[in-house]
């Protein structure tokens, strides 16, 4: 073997190595494995589920009204579950809701496989989700942290990354083809079967291996200590602006799914086949986006705005596309920008939160990212209805252009020179003064 193969051999080694650095960690490793099969089976019911409510009611109106209802939870008690995952074992909770979660989308298979899953049975599992993720996302976020430690805390959230949109290339596009020739029944019955593998993760672990905090003392009244979370993200600008600027990209231009779903059935007139297509093209550029977080191991405001801004410029350029190929392609870059800006999020929150608090900081994230979608998925439904899906592209990328500026902005008047902060906040316990 020449130098030369002796030395590409051992570069890509070392970008392997470097990519996936978190995997080295036993218990993050299983976790790893069981949430790549977990989040494959979401996407299958993610997509049948828009898919099943469409052809119920032929109305994006109706599905904007659906993710409202999934999201509506978060919106109301997202904090409460924060609370739990700092005074609770993260693990157990886990434990819990993935096994609740598999219940719930197994009726779901059985009721439409049977014939007898109509709009109020749908929306009526669908709330049920919602209720169950109040506590699953914030334990599930912070558990992280003690699976990897604070020095590879920034890989594993892009490594988390990795997998979420490694799942959204393979799960729409085989729920395309399983509702095109078996139904959507078997897409839920697949996606209750997913759950048993992250629930064999957590089993695996080894609990002594765990970097677990103190745990939050239930003295003080509910009232205190959800304030405690609030008031350090308020005085935090590194945390503060990632928060902020989340609740408005959830709300104007992060209802991917049902934009996609009425640009495939209306906009460029494609079947399911079409639709997981198009889903699969923002998961493989967000695959591609992840890696190269993961890869960096580091987090930077500079990336954050960058990924708001390219995820803006190429969604705006999608609602413009004259063919099916064409809008893949835009949605991929669309999708690069996307992790790159989610995934930078998540490690800065996480970077700055103190790990008494982080269970709590991180809902607050949550309660923004994912309350503030039932009015988007209301208000683009809305549009939708009224213009059509290549207008609400339009609107969203618009916004997102918009919200990447003003962070820019904010951030160069009021953040940059703030007590504590560094450009990379990857592979340390970055805790910033007040």
Not at 74 to 91: F, I, N, T, Y
Not at 145 to 164: D, I, K, Y
Not at 350 to 358: C, G, N
């Given at each position: 073997m020449s130098a030369a193969h002796t030395v590409l051999g051992h570069s890509a080694r070392s970008v392997t190595a470097r990519t996936f650095q978190a995997l080295q960690t036993r218990?993050?490793?299983?976790f790893f494995l069981g949430q790549t099969v977990s989040v494959t089976g979401s996407w299958l019911q993610t997509t049948a589920q828009a898919w099943l409510i469409l052809e119920l009611t032929h109305s994006p109106l109706v599905l904007g009204l659906l993710l409202t209802v999934e999201y509506l939870p978060s919106l109301l008690v997202q904090p409460l579950g924060g609370l739990a995952a700092d005074r609770w074992s993260k693990r157990s909770l886990l434990l819990l809701t993935q096994s609740c979660f598999a219940v719930t989308a197994l009726v779901l298979g059985v009721s439409v496989g049977l014939g007898r899953a109509g709009p109020a049975e749908v929306f009526a599992v669908v709330l049920l989700f919602g209720v169950i993720n109040v506590v699953d996302g914030p334990a599930r976020q912070a558990f992280v942290p003690e699976m990897v430690g604070s020095r590879q805390l920034a890989n594993?959230?892009?490594?988390?990354?990795?997998?979420?949109?490694?799942?959204?290339?393979?799960?729409?596009?085989?729920?395309?083809?399983?509702?095109?020739?078996?139904?959507?029944?078997?897409?839920?019955?697949?996606?209750?079967?997913?759950?048993?593998?992250?629930?064999?993760?957590?089993?695996?672990m080894r609990p002594a291996e765990l970097h677990t905090p103190p745990r939050t003392a239930a003295g003080a009244t509910v009232r205190t200590q959800i304030?405690?979370?609030?008031?350090?993200?308020?005085?935090?600008?590194?945390?503060a602006l990632v928060i902020v600027m989340m609740?408005?990209?959830?709300?104007?231009?992060?209802?991917?799914?049902?934009?996609?779903?009425?640009?495939?059935?209306?906009?460029?007139?494609?079947?399911?086949?079409?639709?997981?297509?198009?889903?699969?093209?923002?998961?493989?550029?967000?695959?591609?986006?992840?890696?190269?977080?993961?890869?960096?191991?580091?987090?930077?405001?500079?990336?954050l705005l960058a990924g708001c801004a390219v995820f803006g410029l190429f969604l705006a350029l999608a609602g413009l596309a004259p063919d099916l190929l064409s809008?893949?392609?835009?949605?991929?870059?669309?999708?690069?920008?996307?992790?790159?800006?989610?995934?930078?999020?998540?490690?800065?929150?996480?970077?700055?939160?103190?790990?008494?608090?982080?269970?709590?900081?991180?809902?607050?994230?949550?309660?923004?990212?994912?309350?503030?979608?039932?009015?988007?998925?209301?208000l683009f439904g809305a549009v939708e209805q009224a213009w059509g899906?290549?207008?609400?592209?339009?609107?969203?990328?618009?916004?997102?252009?918009?919200?990447?500026?003003?962070?820019?902005?904010?951030?160069?008047?009021?953040?940059?020179?703030?007590?504590?902060?560094?450009?990379?906040?990857?592979?340390?316990?970055?805790?910033?003064?007040?």
């Amino acid at each position: 073997m020449s130098a030369a193969h002796t030395v590409l051999g051992h570069s890509a080694r070392s970008v392997t190595a470097r990519t996936f650095q978190a995997l080295q960690t036993r218990n993050y490793r299983y976790f790893f494995l069981g949430q790549t099969v977990s989040v494959t089976g979401s996407w299958l019911q993610t997509t049948a589920q828009a898919w099943l409510i469409l052809e119920l009611t032929h109305s994006p109106l109706v599905l904007g009204l659906l993710l409202t209802v999934e999201y509506l939870p978060s919106l109301l008690v997202q904090p409460l579950g924060g609370l739990a995952a700092d005074r609770w074992s993260k693990r157990s909770l886990l434990l819990l809701t993935q096994s609740c979660f598999a219940v719930t989308a197994l009726v779901l298979g059985v009721s439409v496989g049977l014939g007898r899953a109509g709009p109020a049975e749908v929306f009526a599992v669908v709330l049920l989700f919602g209720v169950i993720n109040v506590v699953d996302g914030p334990a599930r976020q912070a558990f992280v942290p003690e699976m990897v430690g604070s020095r590879q805390l920034a890989n594993a959230v892009a490594l988390n990354s990795l997998v979420f949109n490694g799942a959204r290339v393979v799960g729409p596009a085989l729920a395309g083809i399983l509702i095109g020739t078996l139904g959507t029944a078997l897409c839920f019955d697949l996606n209750a079967l997913s759950y048993l593998a992250v629930i064999a993760s957590l089993w695996l672990m080894r609990p002594a291996e765990l970097h677990t905090p103190p745990r939050t003392a239930a003295g003080a009244t509910v009232r205190t200590q959800i304030k405690e979370g609030l008031a350090y993200a308020r005085r935090t600008p590194q945390v503060a602006l990632v928060i902020v600027m989340m609740g408005l990209m959830s709300t104007f231009a992060y209802n991917l799914t049902l934009m996609i779903t009425a640009l495939a059935r209306e906009g460029l007139h494609a079947q399911a086949s079409g639709f997981g297509l198009l889903s699969a093209s923002i998961g493989a550029g967000a695959l591609a986006g992840a890696a190269g977080v993961a890869y960096a191991s580091r987090a930077s405001m500079r990336a954050l705005l960058a990924g708001c801004a390219v995820f803006g410029l190429f969604l705006a350029l999608a609602g413009l596309a004259p063919d099916l190929l064409s809008a893949m392609l835009l949605l991929a870059l669309a999708g690069a920008g996307m992790i790159v800006y989610s995934a930078t999020s998540n490690s800065v929150i996480q970077s700055f939160s103190p790990a008494p608090l982080r269970g709590r900081v991180m809902a607050l994230y949550l309660w923004v990212f994912l309350g503030t979608t039932p009015l988007g998925s209301l208000l683009f439904g809305a549009v939708e209805q009224a213009w059509g899906s290549r207008a609400s592209l339009l609107l969203a990328g618009a916004s997102a252009l918009l919200i990447a500026l003003g962070g820019l902005v904010w951030w160069r008047r009021h953040g940059a020179s703030a007590p504590g902060y560094s450009s990379s906040v990857g592979g340390r316990e970055a805790v910033p003064t007040a």
